[in-house]
């Protein structure tokens, strides 16, 4: 299998009520891709934002990311910027949906930003609205939607570039269990079928379960592995 | 991001946001609507003035003792009509006497001007005097007089107050004492929307002889009426006038009554103008005001767009766009209102206080206060979008 990401001694500080914090502190990393990766560790121990910089939301303040070989810190804002649109997709706790907008429209999103045509733009919205199992509800607003049907959208809308890395920030942490064990299984699913490859921050045991191999981040370091075989 | 998707993604972001767009909208619609019928109202004055201009033609000359008016001191003599009917290029050159008097017209009274004039000299000048009844006055009529279309029909009136034939009683006073006399109607003018040197829709034609007997004039006159035999000699003519006559003579061509009312009607319209730009730059503060608020509203969105791949300039194109179609649809309701306002202040001039203002919309206006509004409205997004643009995506993202 190919190295998707590498991470090599990342560190992050940033300063909050007068004083440096640093929310990581040296963080070495390698995903393959494909792999379907969970990141635990209690609230504070820097797992968001290892997400963000591996997500090119964020820059480092030390250390390199390499997507594909490629070194992040070489890129401009601009290329970040396309690289989010069509190598990332992010799936947040609370979905971040645009409330104004329906679910096609939300989907349409990175599509429209993509420059891609309206008709073509409309035709893989809808496609990916079915594949997430929203057929029937693709011109509902967030507002008319269930917790889990909304996060279906979020996935739908992380795909719309059909980007390598799918990165999802406590994915089920806004949602009950069982649905919460539905959208995993989605993403599960989306994993085997198209091998992309999923980094889920969460701190939910059952999420982990689910999963082929743990981090465990503890004070910005990464202090565990656990690597499953999964049937 | 396509433009075409920058600016429906803006349009539905103000349709979110409908009240205070609404208001950001009214803003700039006052200052575009008080900028329009502003520049209008001067353009129309402008026009009039230019307008009747063209009908004397611009060889006319008007030459007027200094000083203070007809009544006052200042007086002409044939013998200084004699001399600038000597000066080369003069091809007429006419003598006027025009004095107010009370007027008894059809059992009415009123203080009106009794103008006089030698008859064919006169039409030659001011030529757009046509006779809508009877005949215009002759050289030796002594106790004819003909009525302006607004002293024969008064503005109001449905019907003339006067016909051709019957008698016009004028009382004037003089140092002896009171001194009246009788003219007939010999004829009646049509309307002419005002003339140069004198409007002959509000006065009385009477014939120079009877005029010079009335008042008592002896030699003297008011005004010289010059027609210059070609354009281009207007202003050696109107030279030659000053120098004849020397200082204290107002020597004004058609032309340059134009040029006068044209840089007066400048002024005020940058003067207009200027105060009603003040109103827009309020709705332009207003606008800043309300969009900061609002980019900080959707601080989230703006996170969520920069999640999903929008560079720093899709965002800031986006929120300049939001700006631009305030300000744009702003300056063309501004404008539209703008047009009607307008006709409110024009019928009220004319209600309260019997002034004619045609306001006049140019294209040139149209565009300039649209351009005006639409600049307005970018400068004022400027820094919100600015601010925008430049969030930190990861902040923006964890912004409640």
């Known amino acids: ?231 | 991001m396509r433009t075409l998707d920058t600016l429906l993604y803006a349009l539905d972001g103000v349709r979110e946001r409908k009240f205070r767009f609404a208001l950001n909208i009214i803003g700039i619609l006052i200052g575009g609507a008080a900028i329009t019928s502003l520049l209008a109202i001067t353009q129309g004055v402008n026009r009039d003035v230019s307008e009747q201009m063209e009908l004397l033609g611009p060889t006319t000359i008007a030459v007027t003792p200094g000083g203070f008016g007809y009544g006052g001191k200042g007086f002409l003599t044939m013998k200084d009509m004699e001399r600038v009917r000597r000066i080369p290029h003069v091809e007429v050159a006419t003598p006027i006497i025009s004095m107010s008097a009370t007027v008894v017209i059809g059992g009415r009274t009123g203080i009106v001007s009794i103008v006089g004039v030698v008859p064919e000299e006169y039409l030659q000048v001011i030529k757009n005097i046509e006779v809508a009844e009877g005949r215009f006055i002759r050289r030796g009529d002594m106790a004819a007089a003909v009525l302006g279309a607004n002293i024969a029909q008064p503005p109001g009136e449905e019907e003339p107050i006067v016909d051709v034939g019957s008698r016009i009683a004028v009382t004037i006073k003089t140092e002896e004492g009171i001194k009246k006399a009788t003219y007939r109607v010999a004829g009646i003018l049509k309307e002419t929307g005002g003339a140069f040197i004198i409007s002959p829709d509000d006065v009385i034609y009477i014939s120079l002889r009877a005029a010079q007997q009335l008042f008592d004039m002896g030699n003297r006159i008011h005004r010289i009426a010059v027609e210059a035999d070609a354009i281009e000699n207007v202003e050696y003519v109107v030279e030659a006038i000053e120098d004849e006559l020397g200082e204290g003579v107002l020597v004004i061509s058609a032309g340059f009554v134009r040029e006068t009312v044209g840089r007066i009607t400048t002024s005020l319209q940058v003067l207009l103008g200027g105060v009603a730009a003040i109103s827009l730059i309020v709705a332009g503060i207003g606008i800043v005001n309300t969009m900061t608020i609002s980019v900080m509203e959707r601080t989230r969105e703006i996170g969520i767009l920069k999640a999903v791949g929008a560079k720093n300039r899709d965002v800031l194109l986006i929120f300049l766009s939001e700006a631009l179609i305030t300000g744009l649809l702003g300056g063309v309701l501004g404008v539209l209102s703008g047009i009607f306002l307008g006709q409110v202040i024009s019928s009220i001039a004319q209600l309260t206080y019997n002034i004619v203002l045609s306001p006049y919309i140019t294209p040139t206006i149209c565009f300039t206060v649209i351009l005006f509004s639409s600049i307005t409205g970018v400068l004022s997004g400027l820094y919100p979008a600015w601010r925008a643009a430049n969030l930190n995506p990861v902040e923006a993202l964890r912004y409640e």
């Open chain 1, 1 to 231: 299998m190919t190295e998707i990401i590498r991470a090599e001694g990342l560190v992050k500080e940033y300063i909050q009520g007068g004083r440096p914090v640093r929310a990581l502190d040296g963080v070495d990393l390698a995903v393959e891709e494909g792999e379907f990766l969970a990141i635990m560790g209690p609230s504070g121990s820097g797992k968001s934002t290892l997400l963000h910089i591996l997500g090119a939301l964020d820059r480092p303040t030390e250390g390199r990311i390499l997507i594909r070989g490629v070194d992040l810190s070489r890129l401009s804002d601009v290329e970040l910027a396309e690289l989010r649109n069509r190598e990332i997709g992010f799936v947040f706790q609370f979905f971040n949906l645009i409330p104004r907008m329906d679910a096609l429209s939300n989907v349409e999103l990175p599509l429209a930003i993509a420059g891609i045509p309206r008709e073509e733009r409309r035709r893989r919205a809808i496609e990916l609205l079915k594949l997430v199992g929203l057929g029937d509800r693709m011109t509902h607003r967030p507002s008319e939607l269930s917790g889990g049907e909304q996060q279906r959208v979020a996935i739908a809308r992380a795909l719309a570039n059909d980007p390598s890395i799918i990165l999802c920030d406590e994915p089920t942490g806004n949602l009950d269990s069982k649905t919460g064990e539905e959208v995993i299984g989605l993403m599960k699913e989306l994993n085997l079928k198209s091998g992309k490859t999923f980094i889920i921050v969460t701190h939910d045991p059952a999420v982990a379960q689910m999963t082929e191999r743990i981090l465990y981040l503890h004070d910005g370091r990464i202090v565990g592995e656990k690597r499953r075989e999964m049937p």
